[in-house]
Every structure is written in C-alpha cells, then in structure tokens.
C-alpha cells in the first residue's frame, strides 16, 4: 500500500508552478466578481460567500495536486562532476605560504 504511494508525482516544474498560480488567481478572481454581483442583485451576502467558496474548491481541485499539465517541462541537470584531486583543494593561501620570499 505505501508504494502505491511513493508512485504518485508530487513535483511542478517552474512554469507548471506558475500556470498553476495563475489559474488559481483567475479562478478566484472570477467568482469573486460573480459572487459579489450575484450577492448585490439579491441581497443577500451569503450567496457571496458560498460563489466563492465554490470558486476556491475549484481551484484548488485544479491546481494543487501534481497535474500533468505541470510537469511538461522538467529541468535538464548538468552532469555530476569529478572531485578534484587532493593538491588542487587547498586554499590558495595555504600555496601562498609554503612558497619562500628571497
């Protein structure tokens, strides 16, 4: 059962996190706007309420969880480099004072 788990993606690459964003945004914004026109032609503040909390379940259905569509583009690592050897990972200071002043 934990592994079924550990196979779910729980990654966004950088633009998923911003088209994720601005859905969120957008969502929120539009039934901020029906909400509040929709509570001022009836009357009642409740309904403003409720449109919008509707408006944030639905976002937050759409763009909290890992969806595909924000993870098309993943980021390319460079490859892992070589340790330098032992003589080159001194502190250039230390290399200054062995060398002897005439």
Request: aromatic share 12%; glycine share 6%.
């Amino acid at each position: 059962m934990l592994s079924m788990f550990k196979s779910i993606p729980t990654h966004m690459d950088y633009k998923g996190q911003k088209l994720a964003e601005q859905i969120f945004q957008g969502i929120i914004l539009v039934s901020a706007v029906i909400g509040f026109i929709y509570g001022l032609i009836i009357e009642q503040f409740g309904w403003t309420v409720y449109i919008m909390l509707v408006g944030f379940t639905i976002s937050c259905l759409l763009t909290l969880p890992p969806w595909p569509m924000y993870r098309r583009n993943p980021l390319t690592w460079h490859p892992a480099m070589r340790e330098p050897s032992t003589e080159s990972r001194e502190k250039p200071q230390e290399n200054l004072k062995k060398k002897k002043h005439k």
